[in-house]
Nanobody
Framework: QLPLVESGGGLVQPGGSLRLSCAASKFTLDLHDIGWFRQAPGKEREGVSCISDRGSIPNYVDSVKGRFTISVDNAKNTVFLQMNSLKPDDTAVYYC????????????????????WGQGTQVTVSS
């Protein structure tokens, strides 16, 4: 079993919302930086959002600022990505990732910064 398991993807109309979940099965998410990435067909995997262990200021790619929100529920050992006002350009496979980085106060949107990955969940925005 992969260390991270995503869920919550699906088909949604433009302007709709989805909430993605990422559950960690082999470690606790505290003391880790956590990121959400996406990969559309024919495109590179890009960082969407991340949150550091301290989690004071999440980081977002410009294209999702004001629409997506990352959050962590340490009691459930799960990270969420709330996606609102979805657009067709948001269509992609979404992955969560984590890396051991205790007491960090900033996170990276670069895929090379993360060691643990999930299998991905498909998000399709279409009318």
């Amino acid at each position: 079993q992969l260390p991270l398991v995503e869920s919550g993807g699906g088909l949604v109309q433009p302007g709709g919302s989805l909430r993605l979940s990422c559950a960690a099965s082999k470690f606790t998410l505290d003391l880790h930086d956590i990121g959400w990435f996406r990969q559309a067909p024919g495109k590179e995997r890009e960082g969407v959002s991340c949150i550091s262990d301290r989690g004071s200021i999440p980081n977002y790619v410009d294209s999702v600022k004001g629409r997506f929100t990352i959050s962590v529920d340490n009691a459930k050992n799960t990270v969420f990505l709330q996606m609102n006002s979805l657009k067709p350009d948001d269509t992609a496979v979404y992955y969560c990732a984590a890396d051991w980085r205790p007491y960090s106060d900033s996170c990276s949107l670069h895929k090379g910064s993360y060691k643990f990955w999930g299998q991905g969940t498909q998000v399709t925005v279409s009318s």
